[in-house]
């Protein structure tokens, strides 16, 4: 073949394969904190709706569960994204040395919850008088907290075993919850709960953040954000669009979630505010601050919860963030 004419072909060659190089996607799984529920559901919307696709990623959700440690499973390399609960583990990695950091914070609020019986309590001050049904995580964590700025006494609690009925027989009694859960069995049990909102408190810790591994950060930065980035956009588009194909894998992943379900939370998340509030209004969604990190870090320290001497700045990073990804997608008002 003359030179001129394989050098044509080898331009051809190269324009069709321009086309399937572009179509490579990076593969990329994420482990969630707990089974699939409304309260992931950006993360599912962004699979559903191709989202994820468009940033060049192909995206595994690993749902998380009672049995499954998907935390464990990030350290070892075997996914590349977690979603964690709050910002209390973060300051714990920092504190034992565990190479994570988190790149992005789903919730502005974290859902905690005190519920109590119409009538039994109007203020917060008011659950003071009641026994309160509280897990031994709580009891460690959001409890001391209550305990440091409240003045609420241990002497007052039960254990809460995840089960309303203890709650449900007794008036005099608060159970703790999550606003997008919680609430809505105990409606079905025909109680018409006071719902407290402990970030409404001033417990302000960030939640559902999402965390990668250190050296994720450092070699794949542009991974990181194109993840952040799709993954708001997938929250945009569930609160405030079509979230029916995200739902059905949601169902797919855990047969027991119900529409009923999922509608509720779906709107208690935008009733409250949970994912797109404060910073968010001019940030987008997954916002973060260094003063609102200071800020929970103290309460946590003032509270015996974290002690004084965590870097608690190395915990997370504002690299991704605050860039004001998806904010067209929010409807007028």
Request: hydrophobic share 40%; aromatic share 12%.
């Amino acid at each position: 073949m003359p030179l001129t004419r394989r050098a044509f072909a080898a331009s051809s060659l190269a324009l069709l394969a321009a086309p399937a190089r572009a179509q490579q996607l990076d593969k990329v799984s994420f482990g969630t904190n707990w089974v699939a529920e409304a309260e992931h559901g950006g993360f599912y919307q962004a699979v559903a709706d191709g989202t994820y696709r468009k940033y060049g990623l192909d995206v595994t959700i690993v749902p998380g569960g009672p049995q499954v440690n998907n935390r464990m499973l990030l350290l070892a390399g075997k996914i590349d994204f977690f979603m964690s609960a709050n910002c209390l583990q973060a300051f714990d990695a920092v504190a034992q040395n565990i190479p994570t950091v988190a790149v992005a914070a789903s919730f502005q609020k974290d859902p905690q919850v005190l519920l109590a019986h119409p009538g039994a309590a109007e203020t917060f001050e008011d659950l003071k008088a009641l026994t309160l049904l509280v897990s031994s995580e709580g009891m460690q964590t959001y409890f001391k907290w209550m305990q440091a700025e409240f003045g609420f006494s241990a002497e007052k609690v039960k254990p809460y075993t995840f089960n309303p009925q203890p709650f449900l027989v007794d008036k005099k009694s608060a159970m703790q919850g999550y606003v997008t859960s919680e609430p809505f069995a105990v409606e079905k049990a025909g109680v018409k709960p006071k719902i407290f909102l402990l970030a409404d408190q001033g417990f302000n810790t960030y939640s559902t953040l999402t965390e990668a591994r250190r050296d994720t950060v450092e070699k794949r930065p542009d991974l990181v954000q194109r993840f952040v980035d799709a993954s708001a956009i997938g929250w945009y588009n569930y609160l405030y669009g079509d979230s029916k194909a995200a739902n059905e894998l949601i169902r797919k992943h855990n047969p027991e979630m119900s529409d009923e379900l999922l509608a509720y939370s779906i709107g208690k998340m935008k009733d409250y505010g949970i994912v797109d509030s404060g910073d968010t209004l001019k940030d987008g969604i997954g916002a973060m601050n260094d003063a609102r990190m200071a800020s929970f870090f103290d309460k946590m320290v003032k509270a015996g919860v974290t002690k004084p001497n965590v870097d608690f700045r190395r915990s997370y990073t504002l690299q991704f963030v605050n860039k004001g990804v998806g904010l067209e997608l929010r409807p007028k008002k």
